[in-house]
């Protein structure tokens, strides 16, 4: 499945649903406790990928360029390939003295 801006992707093990941010620059399948994203409902969530996500929240995978949104959070963690994506730094705003 191409990954392009927008498009919305759900677990297949559990709640989390996300939308692409930011897509790939190389073809990737995102996973979402252990499982692809998008895939047949009914695989069992992996005990090493149960981190959660949160609402609101934007991860990425610096490596490929990925940025996703968590528009439904999960029990399920976030990753590519089996490496878990990482939890996006909200930017520091300038101070209003």
Same mark, same amino acid.
């Given at each position: 499945m191409e990954l392009k801006p927008g498009t919305r992707l759900k677990s297949s093990v559990c709640d989390t649903e996300v939308v692409i941010v &930011?897509?790939?620059r190389e073809q990737v399948t995102?996973?979402?406790g252990g499982a692809p994203m998008g895939g047949e409902a009914g695989a069992g969530l992996d005990a090493a990928h149960a981190e959660g996500t949160l609402l609101g929240k &934007?991860?990425?995978h610096e490596p490929v360029g990925l940025e996703v949104l968590c528009v439904?959070?999960?029990k399920?963690?976030?990753s590519v390939?089996?490496?878990a994506?990482?939890?996006k730094d909200a930017?520091?705003?300038p101070s209003s003295d």
């Open positions: &930011r897509p790939p995102l996973e979402c &934007r991860y990425v439904k959070p999960g399920g963690s976030l390939a089996g490496t994506l990482t939890l930017k520091q705003l």
